[in-house]
């Protein structure tokens, strides 16, 4: 008889991070079979029937719905896992939270600060475990980059700079809104390219390199008005297509970030490079499993960048999966971040992003909106009272 602990599992979206968190939590039993907790795939929501049934068999839920309200009130529910829309992010966690459900929300936490302060809240006052799926900082060479920042290697840290680039919306004929154009539709999204794609770069930033306390930022919308998908019109854009931002970081280092989807060529390159005082880092999400790594104190006859394969054994979460130079990809970051929530529910400890943590990287997505609109410097505020 087996002693697992067996978490029922809700996912709501059956989209794209629908696929991807279905897939951590299928591959959970395999290979983190030491963990006491497993996921059991029971219900799975999404608005059409078929298509959610269809689902269902792909990916192994035993249970279908098609209105999330029912999901939150079947009581054999122990965790809700958003993946809908920014715009229903709020609405779901929160009642999910009062049902007393486990929540797990993907990014960003919600359209706006104002917002994702009413989730921090009913989280907390419900006391219920959460995250947010912030998992690029779960490969294995981000978690190694944070373990050499953690162990002073780098000493005193001076510079930030990440980018996030993609090229999918240049095309001024592609409409907004509706399926699959949604993050192009500020009502639903809440912002373009730095609720999108920038809060993940601020995410990592926090968590590698501490607080932000002020930034300075533009942004642009390049196409100015597309014809709605849903209302059939010629509506105003209101997304930022770009965004660049300059940031000064509590510990006194420079931050220069940038993010588009005008990037001809660039698919999604998210790239970030720290130099410190005795050592620099770098990563690409290209090329995933390596970090680069330079060191001043190395003999000057062989000093040079590193280029790290992050797979060894002894790396951050290898010996979960192949053999020393077999590398791992981009779905193994949610398995990691699935396995890292179960590893929480263990200990009774926190799995980080909170929805605490992510209410931080929304009050910089916030000011940096701000700033951009403003054309001023903006202090980032993320105290709740
Ligand atoms: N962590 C990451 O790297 C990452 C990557 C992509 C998207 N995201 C985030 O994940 C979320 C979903 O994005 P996506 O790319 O999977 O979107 P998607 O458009 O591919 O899928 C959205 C799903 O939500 C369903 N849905 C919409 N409204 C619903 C409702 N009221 N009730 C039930 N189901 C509903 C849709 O039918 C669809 O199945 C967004 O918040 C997005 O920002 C995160």
């Known amino acids: 008889m087996s002693q697992k602990k067996q978490l029922n599992i809700a996912l709501i979206g059956t989209g794209f991070m629908g696929r991807t968190h279905s897939n951590g939590y299928r591959r959970?039993?395999?290979?983190f079979p030491d963990l006491q907790y497993q996921p059991v795939l029971k219900t799975v929501c999404s608005r059409n029937e078929e298509k959610t049934r269809a689902f269902a068999e792909q990916w192994g839920y035993e249970k279908v719905e098609t209105d999330w309200k029912k999901v939150i009130a079947d009581s054999s529910i122990d965790a809700v896992d958003i993946c809908t829309p920014n715009d229903t992010h709020a609405e779901i966690a929160i009642a999910a939270a009062e049902r007393g459900k486990m929540v797990l929300c993907e990014k960003p936490l919600a359209r706006t600060l104002a917002e994702s302060k009413t989730m921090v809240e009913a989280i907390e006052k419900a006391g219920v475990a959460n995250t947010?799926?912030?998992?690029?900082r779960r490969l294995p060479a981000v978690t190694l980059a944070k373990q050499?920042?953690?162990s002073g290697k780098l000493g005193r840290i001076f510079h930030y700079r990440a980018n996030f680039l993609q090229d999918w919306t240049i095309n001024a004929n592609l409409p907004q809104g509706g399926a699959g154009l949604w993050r192009m539709d500020a009502d639903v999204a809440g912002s373009g390219v730095t609720g999108d794609l920038l809060s993940h770069c601020i995410d990592t930033a926090i968590w590698l390199n501490g607080s932000i306390s002020n930034v300075t930022a533009m942004t642009e919308t390049f196409v100015k008005e597309r014809m709605h998908q849903l209302t059939g019109?010629?509506?105003?854009?209101?997304?930022?297509?770009a965004c660049a931002f300059l940031c000064r970081f509590?510990?006194?280092?420079?931050?220069?970030?940038?993010?588009t989807r005008y990037?001809?060529?660039?698919?999604?390159?998210?790239?970030?490079?720290?130099?410190?005082?005795?050592?620099?880092?770098?990563?690409?999400?290209?090329?995933?499993?390596?970090?680069?790594?330079?060191?001043?104190?190395?003999?000057s006859q062989l000093r040079g960048w590193r280029s790290i394969h992050v797979t060894d054994g002894e790396q951050p979460y290898m010996n979960k999966w192949w053999v020393p130079g077999l590398g791992i990809g981009y779905e193994h970051s949610f398995v990691h971040q699935v396995a890292d929530f179960l590893r929480s529910l263990e200990n009774n400890t926190p799995c980080s992003p909170t929805f605490r943590e992510a209410y931080e990287t929304q009050a910089v997505c916030e000011a940096v909106l701000s700033s951009a609109a403003a054309g001023t410097w903006e202090n980032v505020n993320f105290a709740i009272k």
């Open 28 to 31: 959970i039993p395999n290979f």
């Open 132 to 136: 947010v799926w912030y998992n690029y």
């Open 148 to 150: 050499i920042i953690d």
């Open 233 to 241: 019109k010629v509506e105003k854009v209101k997304i930022d297509d």
């Open 250 to 259: 509590e510990n006194g280092s420079l931050g220069l970030f940038e993010s």
């Open 263 to 299: 990037a001809r060529g660039h698919k999604a390159l998210y790239t970030f490079e720290i130099n410190g005082e005795n050592a620099s880092i770098r990563w690409d999400l290209h090329d995933l499993n390596r970090l680069e790594y330079f060191e001043n104190s190395d003999d």
